[in-house]
């Protein structure tokens, strides 16, 4: 009996969508292909290995940032406050150790920690005061921005200590950067984190059904706040490579951060529902943002091209996903 | 067409997608019966009612309706023609108030502006007719699940409709709110309305059906007069083969090594003063009329909620507190009946489903040992014959069967000495049924404890060693097997005092 129904349902499955499975599941390449392809043949500049090595350079703030977006937003959650993170975090490493290379590492200890609380804090107002993250996290963005205001008093003072200079504009051999290095190194981290380890598991099951898995035995609550300071330690570190791009204290840009890092982990595959996603897709999402935006500049397009090619992307990608959706 | 014919159905056929869901089905309804319609998961019961109401549109044959050929797939036009369905899913609105539910998308009144006398007056009618008392200003959220029902009905009788399809109407329902819509269905029939009713309880058919038409995998098998039948003949027509014997045999050795032990147990407005022990290799039963503490009393030894006052035992040592996390390592398991809900990772693989939960006991420094896992899980796969193409499908594509042995295996891989189980068989085929019964009844036999809640009376006699009987939060009977008949239990369900233990 039983058996009937199920050949005929895996049939279905097997049979039908092949093609929306294999473009639901590869899209994101092809796009990275046909990018590259495109900007290649309209301007052999772009793909250079210099400017490719550029563009890398410019993906780690908002890769590091995506991580822990990708995180998040696999358990149903999201950050919106990353970008005041990353400028507060700027201020703080300038005013800390006043650009003084004795106080690096209590500066990044500091930094750290502060992330983490920050992390915790957007964790709290979610998980314990049950309010929508979307707009918990947006509070708390307004809130970071009013402190860095405080905190300065509208003038930053100090400047970044030269090794977390480094890591914004150093380079390995002359040509490596290194904050691309970290931004690989712990994208491959959390990668293993999620696909071989029982934190991993635990994040695809809170997303994929929070009430099951708290049946099944796992401590939501806790798992969750976990990734919310994990994320907030992830946008600290993120914020000492920007510190180290800039120089110098500032209490503007980053205000892109919030949305292009969203785009960024829904152009790498991972759903809103939760419990379906990868960081590799999050990472190349982010890729495609930079290097969207390069591509437009060299060509000598502006900005505004770069946020409507954006969202054509976002658009084309996420229509493919819901095909994917719908043909379950 | 037949005098007292009013729907006719030739030859339906209708694929969805390379699947047959329906061939060249044929039946015919009369005017003013309770026509049943019964088959197992799949067999196509909804898919044929949603064509009659045009939710789906079909790909070949015709239903004539009083004469006139249904559009296909208009299930607007077919509501004006006086077809209506009942879903599972009321599509009430709860925010809304009972009477702006009766009358929603078919308000009453002029140039857009509604009528709220008439409407009153309609209502109350309607209502008072069916034999209904609703405060009409109520929201539907307020309402019980058997009153909503009610406000269905209602909203489907003012469209003035002369043919409805109920859709499961009982599944929610406990016996005695079962029994008034049964009255109130009879009081259509009376009235010349037809009901199609689709059910998997067949005690109901036999109560109050004039026929029954049975379908299997998408093909209409016969239709039976109920009173020239009996449930063995049409069971068989819907498996196809003889259930000769559907429970399997009880244990006859009982040591009586108490496992569980729950003393004066209280949890708020729920439960009061639950006291019993359950026993090493017994299934213990738990009856009663829905909601009368049964989930709750699972709910609480599993550490899904926190008990006001009392104390809980396992193997003679107190469990101070306990959450879910906590029971699962000290023996203590839980299926609960929602499935989808509470249970399953949907867009996640049968291995995931299978080993959350117990991958703490399956790692080196954090890191997942995946060739012990895969080992596992095929194994599980194996012994509960679960039927998937490979480990790695999605769980939302199997069966519900399948689903349900999925998340009992999740619960076996790490040996409980008790498991809860709460309505197991709920909305699995009739051949699964069995085949899950025979698992419950081996893992008694192998020593495991096990508490479940069945709410279907025959399952309760057939399967239970001996039976818990609740009523409003209380334990109003604890039976033997040999002693239960479903009179005792009635009895202890309502109530009325019957402790024999």
Not at chain 2, 318 to 324: E, Q
Request: glycine content about 10%; hydrophobic content about 45%; some cysteine.
């Amino acid at each position: 009996m039983n058996s009937i129904y199920n050949k005929t349902e895996i049939k279905r499955n097997n049979t039908k969508g092949v093609f929306v499975k294999i473009f639901s599941s590869y899209g994101i390449y092809i796009v990275i292909f046909l990018l590259v392809l495109i900007s290649g043949i309209v301007s052999p500049k772009t793909v250079d290995p210099k400017n490719l090595i550029e563009i890398l350079k410019n993906t780690s703030v908002i890769g590091i940032i995506c991580i822990g977006q990708t995180l998040l937003i696999l358990t149903r959650g999201i950050d919106l406050s990353v970008g005041a993170q990353v400028v507060f975090i700027n201020i703080l490493v300038a005013g800390i150790s006043l650009g003084d290379p004795k106080k690096t590492f209590i500066t990044i200890l500091i930094v750290l920690a502060v992330g983490a609380i920050i992390g915790l804090f957007n964790g709290v107002i979610a998980v314990k005061l049950k309010i929508e993250p979307l707009l918990g996290s947006l509070g708390v963005m307004t809130l970071l921005q009013g402190i860095s205001f405080l905190y300065t008093k509208g003038f930053a003072k100090g400047s970044t200590p030269p090794f977390i200079r480094a890591m914004g504009i150093g380079r390995f051999f002359n040509f490596l950067p290194i904050s691309v290095v970290i931004w690989i190194f712990l994208a491959i981290v959390f990668s293993l984190l999620l696909s071989r380890t029982i934190f991993g598991r635990y994040v695809y099951a809170i997303g994929s059904n929070p009430k099951a898995a708290g049946i099944a035995g796992i401590k939501v609550d806790r798992t969750r706040l976990l990734i919310y300071a994990v994320s907030g330690v992830l946008t600290a570190i993120a914020g000492l490579i920007w510190s180290g791009f800039l120089g110098t204290p500032t209490l503007t840009g980053g205000q892109y951060l919030p949305l292009d890092s969203v785009a960024a982990v829904i152009i790498g595959g991972t759903t809103f529902a939760g419990g379906k996603g990868r960081i590799i897709g999050s990472m190349i999402g982010a890729v495609i943002i930079v290097y969207l935006s390069n591509f437009l500049t060299i060509i000598g397009l502006g900005i505004e091209w770069k946020i409507i090619a954006q969202g054509l992307i976002i658009l084309l990608l996420v229509f493919i996903y819901v095909g994917r959706k719908s043909y379950k | 067409m037949e005098n007292n014919e009013i729907l006719k159905i030739s030859n339906i056929t209708k694929n969805f997608t390379g699947v047959r869901a329906l061939n060249d089905v044929t039946m015919s309804l009369l005017k003013g019966e309770i026509h049943a319609i019964v088959g197992e998961n799949g067999a196509g019961k909804s898919t044929l009612c949603k064509i009659v109401c045009g939710v789906y549109g079909y790909d070949k044959g015709s239903i004539i309706f009083n004469n006139v050929v249904l559009p296909n797939g208009d299930p607007q036009k077919i509501k004006e023609l006086g077809i209506s369905m009942i879903p599972q899913e009321l599509g009430l609105l709860p925010k809304l108030t009972v009477l702006q539910n009766i009358f929603l998308g078919n308000e009453k009144g002029r140039a857009g502006i509604i009528d709220t006398k008439k409407s009153i007056k309609i209502s109350n009618d309607i209502l008072s007719d069916i034999g209904i008392k609703l405060n009409l200003n109520t929201e539907i959220a307020r309402l019980s699940l058997d009153q909503q029902q009610f406000v269905a009905l209602a909203r489907v009788l003012a469209t003035d409709a002369k043919l409805i399809i109920f859709d499961e109407p009982t599944s929610t329902l406990s016996s005695e709110e079962a029994n008034n819509l049964f009255n109130i269905i009879n009081q259509l029939k009376k009235k010349g309305i037809t009901i199609v009713y689709i059910s998997h309880r067949l005690e109901e058919i036999f109560s109050f059906a004039d026929r029954v038409t049975v379908l299997k995998d998408g093909v209409l098998v016969s239709t039976e007069i109920v009173k020239k039948t009996n449930k063995e003949e049409i069971i068989i027509k819907m498996v196809g083969r003889e259930l000769l014997k559907t429970f399997p045999e009880k244990s006859r050795i009982m040591d009586k090594v108490p496992v569980l032990r729950l003393e004066n147990l209280t949890l708020k407005n729920k439960l009061k003063n639950i006291s019993f022990e359950a026993y090493k290799g017994e299934i213990l039963g738990i009856g009663g009329l829905v909601g009368m503490g049964q989930v709750d009393l699972v709910n609480v030894i599993f550490g899904n909620e926190k008990i006001t006052s009392g104390s809980i035992f396992l193997n003679e040592r107190l469990i101070k507190s306990i959450d879910p996390s906590k029971a699962i390592k000290i023996g203590i398991n839980f299926l609960s009946s929602d499935r989808r809900g509470d249970m399953l990772f949907m867009n996640r693989s049968v291995k995931e489903n299978i080993s959350i939960g117990t991958l703490k006991y399956r790692q080196k420094m954090g890191f997942i040992n995946m060739k012990s896992e895969k080992g596992i899980v095929n194994n599980k796969i194996k012994e509960l014959n679960i039927i998937t193409p490979n480990i790695e499908q999605e769980v939302q594509f199997l069966s519900g069967g399948n689903q349900q042995k999925i998340i009992l295996s999740r619960c076996l891989i790490k040996k409980p000495e008790v498991l809860l189980l709460d309505e197991p068989t709920q909305g699995i085929d009739v051949g699964a049924k069995e085949e899950f019964y025979r698992v419950i009844r081996q893992l008694a036999d192998e020593g495991l404890t096990i508490i479940v809640i069945f709410s279907d009376m025959i399952e309760l006699l057939g399967m239970s060693d001996r039976i818990l009987v609740m009523h409003e939060g209380k334990i109003s009977a604890i039976l033997n097997s040999e002693e239960a008949s479903e009179e005792k239990i009635i009895k202890a369900a309502s109530g009325l005092k019957t402790k024999t233990e």
